[in-house]
């Protein structure tokens, strides 16, 4: 079976410094992968998503950078986090079987908090 | 005008209690439709596939109402279990990525 891997599970940081979150995927092959990222009391606002190896496609410009670097490795990466970078991270993994047979697979996320 | 919207809540009810839930997409062209639950800081999980016949699964029932845009979710038969937040979730369209609602709150209650 499928599983998803995300780590690590709370994360304090000053302001500036650098960040690395990673997710990883077993059971599945050439996935789809994405990262969330959910404000306090707040949707889940998509970051990135990526369709292979290499391949990344950003949704909102900010200081926030991903990497596939293998088929089923997702990075989350910033040079230095602003305050506003502070949520709830999540990755994600779907494998698209027709437009209305993709779900999303939620890893167990990351509590980022900016000081 | 969002594309999904959701009524925040909390809706607070009794155990054994029916609940529903709402939620309006703006997207008419809107092809895939979700319900996710959330527990306070964990990630969301897959409830239910919505389809356009309805679908039932145990005490949660799901419908999808084309013409005017929204979907909704029944919960029968209460349980303090079922306390969580509820995200809908839509596709656009074939190429669309998911867009996930801001979530209903429900606090089931002794």
């Known amino acids: 079976s499928q599983t998803i891997h995300q780590w690590p599970a709370t994360l304090v940081q000053p302001v500036g410094s650098p960040l690395s979150l990673e997710c990883t995927v077993e059971g599945t092959s050439n996935p789809n992968l994405y990262w969330y990222r959910q404000a306090a009391g707040r949707g889940l606002q998509l970051l990135f998503y990526?369709?292979?190896?290499?391949?990344i496609s950003s949704e909102v410009p900010q200081n926030l950078s991903a990497s596939r670097p293998q088929d089923r490795q997702f990075i989350l990466s910033s040079k230095k986090l602003l305050l506003s970078d502070s949520g709830f991270y999540l990755c994600?993994?779907?494998?698209?079987?027709?437009?209305?047979?993709?779900?999303?697979?939620f890893g167990s996320g990351t509590q980022l908090s900016v000081l | 005008r969002k594309e999904v919207e959701q009524d925040p809540g909390p809706f607070n009810v009794p155990e054994g209690a029916t609940v529903a839930f709402n939620c309006t997409y703006s997207?008419?062209?809107?092809?895939?439709f979700f319900w996710y639950r959330q527990d306070c800081r964990k990630e969301p999980k897959l409830l239910m596939s919505v389809y356009s016949s309805g679908n039932e699964d145990g005490r949660f029932t799901a419908q999808l109402n084309r013409a005017s845009q929204y979907i909704s979710l029944l919960i029968r038969d209460s349980k303090l279990s079922d306390s969580a937040t509820y995200l809908c979730?839509?596709?656009?369209?074939?190429?669309?990525?998911?867009?996930f609602g801001t979530g209903t709150r429900l606090q089931v209650t002794l």
């Open positions: 997207n008419s062209a809107s092809q895939s």
């Open positions: 979730v839509v596709r656009a369209g074939t190429a669309s990525k998911l867009t």
């Open positions: 990526s369709v292979g190896i290499g391949q």
């Open positions: 994600a993994w779907s494998v698209f079987g027709g437009a209305t047979n993709e779900k999303l697979f």
